[in-house]
């Protein structure tokens, strides 16, 4: 796929070689001699993201306390919101993977979308400067708290309901996981207990996942697959 065309989609113009590398991930560096990956970009990127999210909440959700603050800006950067702002622009499409990640799925993996967004808004900073790294953010980040509640549910499902339970008296959640398929592609299954009951149960694609769908359909009432 065209990187004018990613380009595009991210509204801003990175240099061509920045943007290859931002989305060259260090399983197809292996494969083709060791050659440069998108790790150093990303930790850049994760730091400017950082910041700007965090400059940006300060400045307008002026009747939150630090932990709250602390807790919606945990989510904006978490991967799963990184990994929806990712998927909008069909980031994966134009990611450079080994052999192996292809095969097990590398385009749709949350935490693989996540870092390369963080990796792509690096380059954005070390091509443009801050002003293209903010307009990334302003695009494709900050909308996600228009939902605010959701974001903070979304990111991190399973303290929300240990939160939750603890506040009601109850006791804390039990998650019981067991696995299906080969090492390289399993399916994980979760049953999520509350006070010994089965109250939700989901799958994923690791163990982690599973539990965080649970979590999510025991927050939501849904209790089914």
């Known amino acids: 796929m065209s990187l ?19 989305l060259t991930h260090r ?14 970009l990303e930790f850049l990127g994760d730091a400017i993201l950082g910041f700007l999210v965090t400059s940006h909440i300060h400045d307008h959700f002026s009747d939150m306390d630090e932990g709250n603050l602390t807790k919606l800006k945990n989510a904006v950067v978490s991967a799963p919101a990184l990994a929806q702002a990712a998927s909008s ?8 993977l080994g052999k192996g990640e292809i095969q097990t799925g590398g385009r749709e993996k949350m935490n693989l979308l996540a870092d390369t967004f963080e990796a792509v808004l690096g380059a954005a900073y070390v091509s443009k400067g801050l002003e293209a790294a903010k307009t990334i953010v302003n695009q494709h980040i900050l909308p996600l708290l228009d939902s605010a509640e959701d974001l903070l549910l979304s990111a991190d499902p399973k303290t929300t309901l240990l939160e939750s339970m603890q506040q009601q008296g109850k006791a804390v959640p039990v998650y019981q996981t067991t696995h299906e398929g080969p090492d390289h592609d399993r399916t994980f299954f979760a049953n999520l207990l509350i006070d010994g009951q089965v109250v939700a149960s989901a799958s994923g694609r690791s163990r982690k996942q599973a539990e965080t769908n649970a979590a999510i359909k025991a927050l939501s009432g849904s209790t089914g697959e």
């Open 4 to 22: 004018d065309a990613l380009g595009k989609s991210l509204g801003v113009d990175i240099e061509p070689q920045l943007l290859e590398l931002a």
């Open 27 to 40: 399983s197809y560096s292996y494969e083709n001699g060791r050659s440069p990956n998108n790790e150093r």
């Open 89 to 96: 622009i069909n980031l994966g499409e134009y990611l450079l």
